[in-house]
């Protein structure tokens, strides 16, 4: 009896090791990110990054792109295109496509 106890333990005891084993990530597939004015973007996010829109690119870098942008910094705050926000108590920006505002009389 004790021994089919302890060839019972012997071998379900490498299964439960085995269970509770993390698996090793694959360094190739973490995913690169890419920083602007303090905030993180994910490969193939589109920010004006410069006098053009970027793309964040699998390196974690920003390269130039033909892709309208995904949104507008301002204040160190991100805001998605067609984002508005009084400007002052007489403009209101609104975000543009290409990463810019653009400013209209606010309405009385």
Not at 95 to 105: I, L, N, R
Request: hydrophobic share 40%; glycine share 6%.
């Amino acid at each position: 009896m004790l021994r089919i106890l302890i060839a019972t333990s012997l071998v379900l005891l490498p299964v439960g090791a085995r269970a509770q084993q993390q698996p090793t990530p694959d360094p190739t597939s973490s995913a690169a990110r890419c920083l602007l004015a303090g905030k993180s973007f994910s490969v193939g996010a589109t920010v004006r990054a410069s006098s053009q829109v970027d793309v964040c690119d699998p390196t974690g870098a920003w390269v130039a792109s033909d892709k309208p942008a995904s949104g507008c910094f301002a204040a160190d705050n991100f805001y998605s295109v067609g984002a508005s926000s009084n400007a002052t108590k007489s403009l209101i920006e609104t975000c543009q496509v290409d990463g810019t505002w653009s400013a209209t009389p606010a309405k009385d």
